[in-house]
């Protein structure tokens, strides 16, 4: 007679995981409110897209009322993200599949609404409209193309050849024609691309984490379920989604013994969009583990060089787009970001020798950039000779991080190149709170593309955000009490 042990009791849940739906609630309630808020401060929505309600268009004008809705949202969806935060790190939090369900609820309002904080994705149509035409998005802008695709792209992007790489043109090739040339359903088609990609991170970047010595827990919860990827990859729909996912699967491929097919995978998301070939140098140190003998790494890099060559010739031959995306790499300089600190140096300098010897401000801009651009090579030369000691994939995410704050450009949807690799291997804890405390300024700072900077949006923001967290703490400080009477209470 086999005896068989008795099953365990249940465990009571803790009251972390009791709480567990209560975030998850108010994140999505977050998210509503800034879909709701998009309509008030979003990107406005021009041609077929228009919304003609007089009072929409009344409430529009109220810049603090529209913008302090969104912050509203913002704030919320924060307050829950940082609660489950704060479970994940007690080591008692939702697992792996419960946070990929929670970023699937707070991601959900995004699904069928206009863009709130970047037109983008006009451009991404505009451009698979020109692909799908046979117009040349590397030489051309969107004014080409013309037509009610055309409508929503910015003025500063009219004339502006296509800097992504020939596989997201397809793409969005494939997008537009699938839905027929529609705004709206365009919209709804690069989304769902987004989603695609951001569901490339939800399944690579637990396993790259539990390969690299973090939690996969907390790398689904700070590199998944951020804010920033759920406003900016999944609400505007920005290819870093794609580029992203493509990334760290050729990086989990790479640290699983195949090196080559993760250089493969990599170099197609740089053919989404260039700055994901950074990686690839990062896999070289990778494949020099599994080489035996002298002068791995020199030997490492030149079968990455092959691998490299044969993708990109093998998907211009197929594409017939050539090389073109390489020569307009430098659309995206055309756009001044405050956020870009050698763009703000060069700025402030070159005003100061305009005053002082007429000379034009914007070739000192070009030259803080140029700077910028030769330390942040500098730096990243050092840490890919440590990469062996820091990790790769967090040398990575470090190398990526100042190649973007030194760059002439900065979003903050950029600064997710490095948040979702350091997100995946970053073991230190002061560098994981900086990635937090990042993440939460990062969506603070950037506000509607519907409204201008001003103090009225300002005011708006600051009300909005205040109020959630004025509201939060009363809730907290009744709950404490609530504690303290009935420990009072409680019979001795």
């Not at 809730?475 to 303290?484: K, P, V």
Request: net charge positive.
């Amino acid at each position: 007679m086999v005896l068989r042990d008795a099953p365990a009791p249940a465990r009571p849940a803790s009251p972390t995981r009791s709480r567990a739906p209560r975030h998850r609630l108010l994140g999505m309630l977050g998210s509503t409110v800034i879909a709701v808020g998009g309509l008030l401060a979003g990107v406005l929505p021009l041609g077929e897209l228009a919304i003609d309600l007089p009072l929409l268009h009344d409430l529009r004008t109220l810049t603090t009322l529209s913008v302090s809705v969104v912050y509203v949202g913002l704030a919320m969806l924060l307050l829950a993200w940082w609660r489950v935060g704060r479970s994940v790190r007690a080591g008692d939090g939702p697992s792996g599949r419960e946070l990929v369900t929670t970023a699937a609820w707070w991601a959900a309002p995004f699904a069928l609404i206009t863009p709130i904080f970047s037109g983008d994705v006009h451009s991404y149509l505009a451009q698979g409209a020109m692909t799908v035409a046979g117009l040349d998005a590397y030489r051309v802008g969107p004014s080409a193309l013309g037509g009610p695709l055309t409508v929503n792209v910015p003025d500063i992007w009219q004339h502006t050849p296509a800097p992504y790489g020939p596989i997201f043109l397809q793409l969005a090739a494939a997008v537009t024609a699938l839905t027929g040339g529609g705004v709206w359903a365009g919209i709804v088609g690069m989304r769902v691309l987004a989603l695609l990609g951001v569901g490339l991170l939800a399944w690579s970047v637990p396993r790259l984490a539990a390969l690299c010595g973090v939690r996969p827990d907390a790398a689904l919860w700070l590199g998944v379920l951020n804010p920033l990827v759920l406003l900016h990859l999944i609400g505007d729909a920005h290819n870093e989604a794609v580029m992203l996912g493509l990334m760290c699967v050729g990086l989990l491929l790479a640290l699983r013994r195949r090196p080559a097919s993760g250089i493969l995978v990599i170099m197609l998301a740089a053919l989404v969009k260039a700055p994901a070939v950074v990686a690839i140098a990062f896999v070289i140190p990778i494949w020099a583990r599994y080489l035996a003998g002298r002068r791995r790494r020199l030997r490492a890099a030149q079968r990455t060089i092959i691998v490299v060559a044969v993708t990109s010739l093998a998907v211009a031959a197929a594409t017939k787009s050539g090389f073109g995306w390489v020569r307009a790499l430098g659309a995206p300089t055309h756009a001044h970001t405050w956020m870009s600190i050698t763009t703000d140096l060069g700025w402030a300098a070159g005003t100061l020798l305009h005053h002082l010897n007429g000379l034009a401000v914007e070739p000192t801009v070009r030259v803080f950039w140029l700077v910028g651009l030769v330390l942040a090579a500098g730096v990243s030369l050092a840490l890919w000779r440590r990469a062996a000691g820091i990790g790769p994939v967090a040398a990575l995410g470090l190398c990526l991080a100042v190649l973007v704050l030194a760059g002439p450009v900065v979003h903050p949807w950029y600064l997710l190149w490095a948040v979702v690799p350091l997100a995946a291997a970053a073991r230190g804890v002061l560098m994981r709170r900086g990635v937090t405390v990042g993440s939460v300024v990062l969506v603070l700072v950037v506000l509607p593309g519907g409204v201008q900077p001003g103090l009225p949006a300002f005011l708006g923001a600051v009300l909005g955000s205040s109020a959630v967290l004025v509201v939060a703490a009363a809730a907290r400080f009744r709950s404490r009490q609530r504690l303290w009477t009935r420990l009072a209470d409680a019979p001795l």
